[in-house]
Nanobody, 125 residues
Framework: QVQLQESGPGLVKPSQTLSLTCTVSGDSITTDTYYWSWVRQPPGKGLEWMGAIAYSGSIYYSPFLKSRTSISRDTSKNQFTLQLSSVTPEDTAVYYC?????????????????WGQGTQVTVSS
């Protein structure tokens, strides 16, 4: 059974950098074929794909967030991370990590088979 668990601070001040980690168990993040994504859902809105790191280490970003987003991984810990800089209250959302196939880099939310439970991040002073 594949499990994903997000972790990080629940409250971030405006202009700071949001940092989250996704810890994966039951599969390796280097397993061929899979892409590991960050997806968020602001209150009252739909899911928004932020970016992904492939099994190969290739990284893909949403064009809408690319200038503020950085995704990396630590294969020794089977973790991948998200950093979002210069946050504003509009970045308040539930943040999810998820496993999918290569189609996820188009922004579709239909090609995931495992999700984390999500973590609430609030941007407020």
């Amino acid at each position: 059974q594949v499990q994903l668990q997000e972790s990080g601070p629940g409250l971030v001040k405006p202009s700071q950098t949001l940092s989250l980690t996704c810890t994966v168990s039951g599969d390796s993040i280097t397993t061929d074929t899979y892409y590991w994504s960050w997806v968020r859902q602001p209150p009252g809105k739909g899911l928004e794909w932020m970016g992904a790191i492939a099994y190969s280490g290739s990284i893909y970003y949403s064009p809408f967030l690319k200038s503020r987003t950085s995704i990396s991984r630590d294969t020794s810990k089977n973790q991948f991370t998200l950093q979002l800089s210069s946050v504003t209250p509009e970045d308040t959302a539930v943040y999810y990590c998820a496993r999918g196939d290569g189609a996820v880099v188009s922004g579709t939310n239909d090609h995931y088979d495992y999700w984390g439970q999500g973590t609430q991040v609030t941007v407020s002073s």
